[in-house]
């Protein structure tokens, strides 16, 4: 089914060690709080799964989706916000759930849509972390991977919608998103 994975770059006891670090730092930079857990769609859906169950603090969770229209292989600053958050997010503590932060128009455009609704604080958790792309200076304040310029799929990203469901990560062998 991925015979077309050209390298496998995590598998899934890294990327399961990353999820139990970043809950373990929430759990602590949290404890006593009710943060309101927004995760990026579509991406972000395996990667908020796996986080949550590893929280033992309350939280809240919440979906927004943004398009972002450029040309095929950068995203650009015109960010449109395609599902909104539910949540009334006034005076909450945020954390908002991205699989991947490439130039960052997205998380940035994100981040200033969620400040208008006056949150109490905004913070960004990112799986990964490509700070090679960034356009907009955006960094995350939880990163699994720090990874290079290469086009990755699997546990939530896609290739045209394919590859979400792989369990591990990797580089498939069409790399035109690049
Ligand atoms: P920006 O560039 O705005 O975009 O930070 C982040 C969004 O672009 C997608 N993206 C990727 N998707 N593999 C993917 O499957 C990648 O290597 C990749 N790099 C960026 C992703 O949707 C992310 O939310
Ligand atoms: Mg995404």
Same mark, same amino acid.
Request: proline share 4%; net charge negative.
């Given at each position: 089914?991925?015979?077309?994975?050209?390298?496998?770059?995590?598998?899934?006891?890294?990327?399961?060690?990353?999820?139990?670090?970043?809950?373990?730092?929430?759990?602590?930079?949290?404890?006593?709080?009710?943060?309101?857990?927004?995760?990026?769609?579509?991406?972000?859906?395996?990667?908020?799964?796996?986080?949550?169950?590893?929280?033992?603090?309350?939280?809240?969770?919440?979906?927004?989706?943004?398009?972002?229209?450029?040309?095929?292989?950068?995203?650009?600053?015109?960010?449109?916000?395609?599902?909104?958050?539910?949540?009334?997010?006034?005076?909450?503590?945020?954390? @908002?759930?991205? %699989?991947?932060?490439?130039? $960052? #128009?997205? !998380?940035? =455009?994100?981040?200033? /849509?969620?400040?208008?609704?006056?949150?109490?604080?905004?913070?960004?958790?990112?799986?990964?972390?490509?700070?090679?792309?960034?356009?907009?200076?955006?960094?995350?304040?939880?990163?699994?991977? @720090?990874?290079? %310029?290469?086009?990755?799929? $699997? #546990?939530? !990203?896609? =290739?045209?919608?394919? /590859?979400?469901?792989?369990?591990?990560?990797?580089?498939?062998?069409?790399?035109?998103?690049?």
């Amino acid at each position: 089914m991925y015979e077309d994975i050209e390298e496998i770059l995590f598998n899934e006891e890294e990327i399961s060690r990353a999820a139990d670090e970043i809950a373990f730092r929430i759990n602590r930079d949290y404890e006593g709080k009710h943060p309101v857990i927004i995760g990026v769609l579509k991406g972000s859906f395996i990667f908020l799964a796996d986080l949550v169950r590893r929280l033992d603090i309350d939280f809240t969770v919440d979906f927004i989706k943004a398009s972002s229209y450029g040309d095929k292989t950068r995203s650009s600053g015109n960010v449109d916000i395609t599902y909104h958050i539910s949540a009334d997010i006034r005076n909450r503590d945020v954390i @908002v759930v991205e %699989d991947i932060l490439d130039t $960052g #128009y997205t !998380l940035s =455009y994100i981040t200033e /849509y969620l400040r208008g609704f006056s949150p109490h604080s905004i913070r960004i958790c990112t799986l990964f972390d490509k700070p090679g792309r960034r356009v907009v200076p955006i960094k995350p304040d939880y990163t699994g991977f @720090v990874t290079d %310029d290469l086009f990755i799929v $699997g #546990y939530g !990203l896609d =290739y045209n919608e394919k /590859y979400r469901g792989m369990p591990c990560v990797g580089v498939p062998k069409t790399q035109s998103k690049k």
